[in-house]
């Protein structure tokens, strides 16, 4: 029992000694050291070394881990603001494409001959027989009514039918109840122009259309100012198809308005002007305009 009573004294005894020995060693001057010090310091270099790589490697994968831990962050906040600024750009986007249609739209009363009030499409109603939208007013207008020209920065949409406080009901081009008196804007030959009623897609034909006039796809119709509903001058419609018979006096020409009514979304109503249903062209005694 004393044995390893002592035993264990002298465990602990050289337990601390050794160290301060090793560190009494290490701080001579490698000049004055003794033998035992060179010893002790050949002893102690690749322990240290080796102690001093472990140290430097443990504080490099550390540092390594606290870097990747605030680059994590980084790159979760960066996300987070590149998502936020995405949005923000498609906002602005919005808003910019917005403003143009506006902008084109005010152009309008350079066009139009009286004031223009800008509405607001808010619903649809198309089928079979009859295309009708709804808008509502961006301001109220006492001088809102029905037989209104309503147009877009693209061309002509319709006519306002009922009037409901800041709603109305426009009634488009490409209603077979709508007719508009146009000019084909290359050569001048006039028709009138009516909506077709297909409810798979917004389209017209043009009646009353001589077979001899000059017209051929790609022409574009505008209206011709009588009637006094619509300005003249304002795109309608593009001419798509032109059949030519061999009998009759009208030719048959089949057109797509220059509007997308699918994708519309703000018109103009114009104001002022005498409203009135647009007639078919006048014939002579020969079947030619006066």
Known sequence: MNLKRYRDYLIGALALAVPFWFLRASMKDPKQATGADRVLIELATPVQYAAATLARGLSGL?????????????????????ARLRQRVTELEG????NRRLR????????????????VVIGKNTNEFFRVIRVTLDRPSPAIGPNLAVMHADGIVGT?????GDTVDVRLVVDPAEAVDVVVQRTGARGIL?????????????????????????????????????????????????????????????????????????????????????????????????
């Open 194 to 290: 009516r909506g077709t009623g297909n409810e798979r897609e917004y389209s017209c034909r043009v009646q009353y259309m001589e077979r001899v006039d000059e017209v051929a796809v790609g022409d574009k119709l505008v209206t011709s100012g009588v009637g006094l509903r619509y300005p003249k001058g304002v795109d309608v419609c593009t001419v798509s198809k032109v059949t030519k018979r061999d009998f009759g006096i009208y030719q048959e020409i089949a057109c797509t308005p220059t509007v997308d009514f699918s994708r519309l979304e703000e018109v103009a109503i114009v104001i002022g002007g005498k409203p009135e249903a647009a007639t078919p062209p006048a014939k002579t005694a020969k079947g030619r305009e006066p």
């Open 62 to 82: 550390w540092g390594d881990y606290v870097y990747l831990v605030d680059v994590k962050k980084d790159n979760a906040s960066l996300v987070a603001q590149n």
């Open 160 to 164: 306002t039918q009922k009037v409901s």
């Open 95 to 98: 808003l910019e494409a917005e």
């Open 104 to 119: 084109r739209l005010l152009d309008l009363k350079n066009v139009a001959e009286g004031e223009v009030v800008t509405a």
